[in-house]
């Protein structure tokens, strides 16, 4: 492709003249990596084409929620129904109360549910809830895990235990961080001595069980133990933020995974999105029914949304759902995704690149670093000038990955293992320039 052919290049230059960076999420852009980005035209299964009508085999899937590939003709005929029957209603349907079943069947930590339109939504209400229910102000949350861009959240952490937060955003006022401790993720020690200064005034931890925002890096079973255990001591909400890891890493979502190597694991809170609308507009946060019965119309917590439930979207969180309980899915795809990790570490392997990988379910994370690191400041040693080189290098190839290194991966349902063989080769030809 030459510049004068890629119509790539004069579709990011009238996007860039009408919104901001000629993106409406900044990393879609392709700011860290750079280039210029993909527009996409179609996508079905585990490809997708651009503006050029060039074919990538797709490890993002949209961040995360097409986890049975674009196009699911189960999805397809669910979506298309419901949209006949109307868009949005603005008042209830019972649509809304099979998805609730559906979920809260699956994620028993849960016995309550409320939909909302995005994970950033859902996030900001769990808090919001937590601060309601205990009557606190603070909560913890650790550096390098995302629960989208409300305010409060937008929080890198200061000098010490001792000084609040500083906005990771302009326009954040110091006032409305102040109640928000920002803590290394996966230190004990740390989160001890945060509790025993402040573990009564703290409304929640919110954690990202296996962070997808700062690449994939685990919460280490001990640290997650000693999260639920402080909670329970101090009278504070445990809120797993899931929205990636939601029906993305098992059919019981990550907190089934870490009930495995913690008896009687649970969350209080959960706050899902991502593959729970398959690829619309969906998200929901829940717990047990005494902290959920705090919010409005039943208590005195706020929280309301026009679209919230929206009738097409359930249509097509219900179907995805319905496709990914069918017994051996998650066997069938965690096997698929092993086999990618499995395959670029061997060929990291053969090509003498320092290589660290990690996958759960239908999530995988990879780094260019010998070993996984376990907190942020450890994901940051990555050169990410040779990462670049991997992007784009796959990219020319007919692969995409997260532009941008601090992204997890995913595969989908859709991809084959002669998907996973063409992307373990391209790799394998990219590591060898590195
Ligand atoms: C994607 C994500 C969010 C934000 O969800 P949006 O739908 O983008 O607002 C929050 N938390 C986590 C863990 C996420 O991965």
Redesign the pocket.
């Known amino acids: 492709m030459t510049p004068n052919t890629d119509r790539n290049i004069p579709l990011f230059e009238r996007a860039k003249a009408l919104i901001p960076g000629g993106v409406n999420s900044p990393v879609r852009a392709f700011k860290a990596v750079g280039g210029t980005p993909r527009f996409v035209k179609r996508a079905q299964g585990a490809y997708f084409w651009d503006a050029n009508d060039q074919r990538f085999i797709d490890y993002i899937g949209s ?2 929620p097409m986890i049975l590939g674009h196009g699911h003709p189960a999805v397809l005929e669910a979506v298309q129904s419901a949209a006949l029957e109307g868009f949005s209603f603005g008042a209830p349907t019972e649509r809304e109360v099979e998805l609730a079943e559906e979920i809260l069947s699956l994620v028993p930590s849960m016995e309550m549910i409320r939909l909302v339109s ?6 900001m209400s769990a808090i919001r809830l937590a601060r309601g229910a205990t009557g606190r102000s603070k909560f913890i949350k650790f550096e390098g ?5 409300a305010d409060s959240l937008l929080v890198k952490a200061g000098s010490g235990l001792a000084t609040f937060g500083n906005a990771t955003s302009a326009g954040v006022p110091p006032e409305v961080v102040q109640h928000t401790i920002v803590l290394e993720y996966n230190n004990v020690a740390q989160l001890e001595e945060a509790f025993a200064l402040h573990g009564k005034e703290l409304a929640c931890v919110m954690i ?1 069980p296996i962070a ?2 700062m690449n994939l890096v685990r919460a280490s079973v001990p640290f997650m133990k000693r999260c639920r255990e402080l909670c329970t001591e101090y009278g504070a909400l445990l809120v797993l ?4 890891t939601g029906f993305r890493v098992a059919l019981g979502s990550a907190q089934s995974v870490y009930a495995k190597s913690i008896p009687g694991f649970k969350p209080d809170l959960t ?1 899902l ?2 593959v729970i609308g398959g690829g619309m507009p969906l ?1 929901a946060f829940g717990g047990p029914r005494a902290i959920m019965e705090h919010l409005a119309p039943l208590g005195g917590v706020y929280q309301a949304g026009t679209l919230s439930g929206n009738p097409v979207a359930t249509a097509c969180g219900l179907a995805t759902l319905r496709e990914i309980k069918k017994p051996g899915f998650f066997d069938a795809l965690s096997a698929r995704t092993r086999l990618l990790v499995d395959g670029l570490a061997a060929a990291a392997a053969a090509e003498g690149v320092p290589f660290s990988s990690d996958c759960e379910g239908g999530m995988f994370g990879f780094f260019l670093l010998p070993e996984l690191p376990q907190n942020y400041a450890q994901v940051l040693k990555t050169d990410s000038a040779r990462f670049n080189q991997l992007f784009h290098g796959l990219l020319d190839r007919g692969v995409y990955i997260a532009p941008a290194l601090y992204e997890a991966g995913f595969v989908s349902a859709a991809h084959t293992a002669a998907d996973i063989d063409a992307t373990v080769a391209a790799a394998r030809e990219v590591f060898k320039t590195l």
Do not use: P, R
């Not at 995005?118 to 996030?123: F, K, N, Q, V, Y």
């Not at 895990?145 to 861009?149: A, F, L, N, Q, S």
């Not at 933020?241 to 990636?244: A, K, P, Q, S």
């Open positions: 961040w995360g995005s994970g950033t939504e859902a996030g895990c995302y629960h989208g861009h990202e997808g925002n933020d899931e929205v990636m706050v999105g991502k998200a």
